[in-house]
Nanobody, 123 residues
Framework: QVQLVESGGGLVQTGDSLRLSCAAS????????MAWFRQAPGKARELVAA????????RYADSVKGRFTISRDNAKITTDLQMNSLKLEDTAVYYC????????????????WGPGTQVTVSS
C-alpha cells in the first residue's frame, strides 16, 4: 500500500517559496533516512536533499544549497522541504523517498517512494 505521499507542489514564480511535505503511513519510517529527489522532463532523477533518521545530518545538492532546507518531524512522521528563492530550473516533479538502511545518495538505495508532486516555476 502507499506509504509515502507528497503534498505542497504547485505553480509559482521565480523568487517565490514553496514548502513540500511528505507524510509516511507507518511509524517505522521514523527510523529511516529520508530524502527529496526531483526529475525534470528529459533529465535524470537527482537528489535534492537528504536527512538522517534523527534529523541531525543533512546533505543538499549544490544547486539548492542555501535555498532549500530539509527537515523532519518523527512524531508526525513527516519530512518537509522548504524551498526559497525558486528558480526556473527548479521546475520538476519532486519525490519523497525513504531508505530503511540509512540515508543514501543514489536513488537505487531508497526503498520507498511517493508518487511525486509537481513544482512549476515560471517568470
Amino acid at each position: 500500500q502507499v506509504q509515502l505521499v507528497e503534498s505542497g507542489g504547485g505553480l509559482v514564480q521565480t523568487g517565490d517559496s514553496l514548502r513540500l511535505s511528505c507524510a509516511a503511513s507507518e511509524r517505522a519510517f521514523s527510523s529511516y533516512g529520508m530524502a527529496w529527489f526531483r526529475q525534470a522532463p528529459g533529465k535524470a532523477r537527482e537528489l535534492v536533499a537528504a536527512i538522517s533518521w534523527n534529523g541531525i545530518n543533512t546533505r543538499y545538492a549544490d544547486s539548492v544549497k542555501g535555498r532549500f532546507t530539509i527537515s523532519r518531524d518523527n512524531a508526525k512522521i513527516t519530512t518537509d522541504l522548504q524551498m526559497n528563492s525558486l528558480k526556473l530550473e527548479d521546475t520538476a516533479v519532486y519525490y519523497c523517498a525513504a531508505d530503511r538502511a540509512g540515508w543514501g545518495i543514489r536513488a537505487i538505495e531508497f526503498d520507498y517512494w511517493g508518487p511525486g508532486t509537481q513544482v512549476t516555476v515560471s517568470s
